[in-house]
């Protein structure tokens, strides 16, 4: 099987496809989203790439961005203080969170019944 992706990749005959920045940063705003969600609890990356039906890998990259912004921060530890080895929990940062909750009491509510009028 190896043999065959490797053939793939060296005949050209087989192209990864690469997201542009534009739907990079759709997918990192609806990760932001999701996060805002389930504040305050912190997501594993396995539970946001499920929910966002992304690879695991490309959606640990676009957090470690998102990391780098400030806008997200890693839960280094279980509720019990001890250090996850080889999984991580994410949350919003605090300021995110803040900006995210005033955007999102800023935008006005419609009535479910106003479509029924």
Do not use: C
Not at 3 to 19: H, P, R
Not at 67 to 82: D, E, I, M, Q, S
């Amino acid at each position: 099987m190896n043999d065959f992706i490797n053939i793939l990749f060296q005949t050209g005959n087989f192209k990864v496809s690469k997201l542009s920045k534009e739907k990079e940063e759709k997918v990192m705003s609806n990760i932001m989203a999701i996060l805002f969600e389930h504040s305050p609890q912190a997501l594993f990356t396995s539970e946001i790439s499920k929910l966002e039906a992304r690879d695991e890998e490309f959606v640990k990259r676009l957090l470690q961005d998102l990391k780098n912004k400030k806008l997200v921060v890693l839960v280094a530890k279980n509720p019990k203080g001890t250090d996850y080895i080889r999984r991580q929990r994410w949350r919003l940062s605090n300021q995110a969170y803040d900006v995210y909750q005033k955007h999102q009491s800023s935008v006005p509510q419609q009535s479910l019944n106003a479509d029924i009028e």
